[in-house]
């Protein structure tokens, strides 16, 4: 959906989506992904055993949260995870290993056939949202005829749409389901994506997406470069989840109910909304105007492309700059000028600080402390129409990670050569290093 425009196409995209973000379906999804990060934490373990054994002192924990990324959209998507967490695990006793001379250490580890082509499809999305539009359709058609593409993007399809093999088939299994539960005059109660778009088709007002548009949702990963840097933080919120989690949260997995209320756990709000601030997953957007729009006073034509720098324009709206900002209002529109802030206030601390306290309002009276998702700036998923349709998916899965990793772990420093903030932009900004050397509380 991130690369079409604002058409019927995208629009019927969007309507079929949009209910798919509701309580109803995310607390139906919030087991697997919360199953998937008590796996990610097993893992962890045995690698953190394996490097302390043979003289290392952090891993890298890219290829771990890749792994954890389609587990969670298979999980998602399908109702039926890839595994390749547990794969991982399976065979960690017995992978090569290396080490430099930092401490830092790698696991080379056997890939899955079918992980291997949902990456690399994964990684060709990338250049339709970080090249020219044109430059970009060129690529991706031209791409879509190279033999490497092809067999990489038959293997994902075949396995999801059982394209050999019918009745094996994701698709068509839901569909049947559902259409055999209506018989019966059931509800049929679905977990995955697949299921809940299968579950609306063909009632009144519902739309259906052909199989082909099913193929085209995904979510990215997350980081947690921050918390490593920042041992106090990980302290503030380990304490605020063993408080608010009843029943040893540590040990089992945590739920949908507890994920979303941020009156209990302000602290994780807060944490998982700066995580995203400072981040800069999607550090820019690119928009092509449909008709002719003014800008602080200059008119753009129709069908000219638009790159918003959302983290620039986020991190500069602070106090300190507020003449600045205040000095264009001459050029700003009508409506601009009366909407003036949007409702949010402008940033009293330095943006290049990770700072969770920023989102905490205190109560002068009480001393309560409460989570202000609008206490300044910050767009990770954009805004307005065309913001990611998926944000409420994505914030809950990086609040279940986070949770479940905090509640296991104390993220330890790593050598500073290997935590630099270096970063690569593929559909998202992704980080150089991801080195962690996670231990456990005492």
């Not at 008590?38 to 924990?61: A, E, I, P, Q, Y």
Request: hydrophobic share 40%; aromatic share 10%.
């Amino acid at each position: 959906m991130v690369s079409l425009k604002s058409n019927d196409v995208w629009r019927k995209h969007r309507r079929v989506m949009n209910p798919l973000m509701t309580s109803k379906y995310l607390k139906s999804m919030t087991p697997a992904i919360a199953e998937n990060a008590r796996v990610l934490v097993d893992l962890w373990k045995s690698k953190m055993r394996l490097v302390k054994s043979r003289g290392g002192n952090c891993f890298s924990c890219e290829d771990d949260f890749r792994y954890v990324s389609i587990d969670a959209i298979t999980s998602i998507t399908l109702g039926k995870s890839l595994d390749t967490i547990p794969h991982a695990l399976s065979i960690i006793e017995t992978s090569k290993v290396e080490i430099d001379s930092y401490g830092g250490t790698k696991f080379n580890l056997p890939k899955l056939p079918l992980y291997t082509s949902l990456r690399y499809l994964f990684e060709c999305i990338g250049d339709a949202t970080t090249l020219p539009v044109f430059i970009a359709y060129i690529k991706q058609q031209t791409l879509r005829y190279t033999p490497t593409f092809r067999k990489h993007y038959k293997d994902v399809i075949d396995y999801i749409f059982g394209i050999q093999n019918r009745w094996n088939s994701f698709v068509a299994d839901t569909r049947q389901a559902v259409k055999e539960a209506r018989a019966l005059g059931e509800e049929y109660e679905a977990n995955c994506l697949i299921g809940m778009v299968a579950e609306k088709e063909g009632l009144p007002g519902q739309e259906s997406l052909f199989e082909w548009e099913l193929r085209d949702e995904t979510l990215a990963y997350i980081l947690v470069k921050f918390l490593t840097e920042n041992p106090e933080v990980q302290k503030i919120l380990h304490a605020e989840l063993l408080e608010a989690l009843a029943d040893s949260p540590e040990s089992r997995p945590v739920t949908f109910d507890e994920m979303m209320a941020p009156e209990k756990t302000p602290y994780l709000e807060a944490v998982v909304s700066e995580i995203l601030r400072c981040a800069k997953v999607a550090a820019a957007s690119s928009k092509q105007t449909t008709e002719p729009i003014e800008l602080l006073g200059t008119v753009i034509p129709t069908g000219t492309s638009i790159a918003w720098c959302t983290h620039i324009a986020c991190d500069n709206a602070t106090v300190a700059n507020e003449a600045k900002l205040r000095a264009l209002d001459p050029l700003r529109s009508e409506s601009s000028r009366k909407n003036g802030l949007g409702g949010r206030a402008l940033w009293k601390t330095p943006t290049d600080k990770f700072e969770p306290e920023r989102w905490i309002a205190i109560n002068e009276e009480t001393g309560e402390k409460t989570f202000n998702p609008r206490a300044g700036y910050s767009f990770p998923f954009g805004v307005g129409l065309r913001s990611c349709a998926g944000k409420q998916l994505a914030v809950l899965e990086l609040k279940i990670y986070i949770a479940t990793l905090n509640l296991a772990f104390f993220l330890s420093e790593v050598p500073k050569e290997l935590s630099s903030h270096r970063a690569t932009i593929q559909i998202s900004r992704v980080p150089d290093q991801t080195y962690v050397a996670p231990v456990e509380w005492q």
